[in-house]
């Protein structure tokens, strides 16, 4: 079945650091990716999303590729800000045998920015 | 666009009451809700599939018969907590698509039972 792992936080960085989330996947077919992240208390939002091998999804700053020679789609930004702290979820997108797509998500990683 | 509402936001109900979550897509037809459960500081785990019009299917271990799911219109599903118990507390999330891969997610559902 498909799988998504993450690395596992809490990572805590100084405002304008560098950030690095790694996600690598499991899937049989030929699944679309995302990077989703969560406020304290609210749902998901997308952040990016990848379709195919070599796209880069890209939005706010935050930016990552999807290498499928490396099975991975790992989150990046130049300089995070406070205003980032939350917790990310890199997840994969696969139909299910039928006619649904379901999304296999990674466990999370809480991000914390201190100014 | 692509706005997924739920409600309530947060609800407080006594053992064995039953409960009611309603997830609405406000600018589209949601051919495919799902709805999921999510424990403190972990991912979230998909409870049901539901397509309008017809029955939802169930994710392994997750009872139909406690949490029924009604998917009434392309743009209302709603997932009733029967006989609802303390282990039952926790945050439900609805998501809804249009056929293909992206889901759009509500903004979530905070359980309380007593």
């Known amino acids: 079945g498909n799988s998504v792992t993450q690395m596992e936080g809490p990572v805590t960085l100084s405002e304008e650091a560098f950030l690095t989330i790694n996600c690598t996947y499991t899937a049989t077919g030929y699944p679309s990716l995302f990077w989703y992240v969560q406020y304290p208390g609210e749902g998901l939002q997308l952040l990016l999303k990848?379709?195919?091998?070599?796209d880069k999804g890209s939005n706010k700053g935050f930016e990552a590729t999807y290498r499928k020679e490396t099975t991975s789609f790992h989150l990046e930004k130049g300089s995070v800000q406070v205003s980032d702290s939350a917790v990310y979820f890199c997840a994969l997108s696969d139909q299910d045998g039928g006619s649904n797509y379901k999304l296999t998500f990674g466990k999370g990683t809480l991000l914390t920015v201190n100014p | 666009g692509a706005v997924v509402s739920q409600h309530p936001s947060r609800v407080i109900c006594k053992s064995g009451t039953s409960v009611k979550i309603e997830c609405r897509s406000l600018d589209f037809q949601a051919t495919t809700m799902f709805w999921y459960r999510q424990f403190p500081k972990q991912s979230l785990m998909l409870m049901a599939t539901s397509n309008e019009g017809s029955k939802a299917t169930y994710e392994q271990g997750v009872e139909k018969d406690k949490f029924l799911i009604n998917h009434a219109s392309l743009t209302l599903s709603t997932l009733t907590v029967t006989s609802a118990h303390p282990e039952d507390s926790s945050f439900y999330i609805c998501s809804a698509s249009r056929g293909r891969d992206e889901q759009f997610f509500g903004p979530g559902t905070r359980l309380t039972v007593l």
């Open positions: 990848a379709t195919k091998a070599d």
